[in-house]
């Protein structure tokens, strides 16, 4: 009998420890699908709660405005080659809303944002933040889903034409900055006089456009003329 007593005085307390942790557990395991919208740009993904001073952890975002399809996870991530030609591979740690965009946080307090250039929403700007630790970077590549077959590479600029169901769009990359149709990745490389190295996209419509004029005529957003003469 104080067998049998000794064997249930263990086994309850046992017993109550193990459930207490199948739920602890179940909770910081459990995904939950999220989706948010600023303007025409749409943020969605799957998150599960973190631990410690993680309030949440990202396993999947995606972003999608205008038919452009942005997606991070831990087999798609963002690929930031430093000097020696190192490839540092970086998910999304979490990320922050404002009125005209978003901000995507990674390691390294490396960021990038995606920001809403005008009212129509026909502009999107995508920025590389940087910390002190990547200034001297050679490369970064963003996941970017694009079919090659509704895009051109246009001769001589750093600029793409991409036709949608939503319409015609530009493309501007940083110079010598590339769409990798392979990979899926937009490289951006880095430019000694620009630190930004800003992506503009932006809809143009249904109408024709000679890329050369549009180009030139966007000193705003784009390079000057005088480094193509």
């Not at 404002?98 to 990038?112: A, R, V, Y």
């Not at 933040?129 to 490369?139: A, E, G, P, Q």
């Not at 456009?209 to 000193?219: A, D, E, G, I, T």
């Amino acid at each position: 009998m104080k067998k049998k007593f000794r064997f249930w005085y263990w086994l309850i307390p046992l017993l109550y420890i193990v459930v207490v942790l199948f739920f602890f557990y179940l909770q910081f395991s459990a995904k939950e699908q999220f989706s948010e919208k600023v303007g025409n740009l749409v943020i969605s993904g799957e998150r599960s709660k973190g631990r410690g001073l993680n309030k949440q952890v990202i396993h999947r975002l995606n972003i999608h405005i205008n038919g452009f399809e942005f997606n991070f996870s831990k087999k798609n991530p963002l690929i930031i080659q430093i000097e020696d030609e190192t490839e540092i591979k970086l998910v999304v740690k979490s990320f922050y809303t404002f009125s005209k965009g978003i901000d995507l946080q990674f390691d390294e307090g490396l960021t990038i944002r995606f920001a809403i250039k005008d009212e129509s929403g026909d502009t999107l700007s995508l920025e590389p933040i940087v910390s002190s630790k990547f200034l001297d970077y050679l490369t970064l590549s963003i996941p970017l889903d694009i079919t090659k077959a509704k895009t051109e590479k246009i001769a001589g600029l750093p600029l793409y034409s991409f036709n949608s169901d939503s319409g015609s769009y530009f493309i501007s990359l940083p110079q010598d900055s590339e769409i990798n149709f392979t990979t899926k990745h937009l490289t951006l490389k880095r430019e000694l006089h620009n630190q930004k190295n800003t992506v503009y996209i932006e809809r143009t419509g249904n109408r024709k456009v000679n890329p050369y004029l549009y180009w030139f005529s966007k000193s705003e957003y784009f390079v000057d003329r005088k480094e193509f003469e």
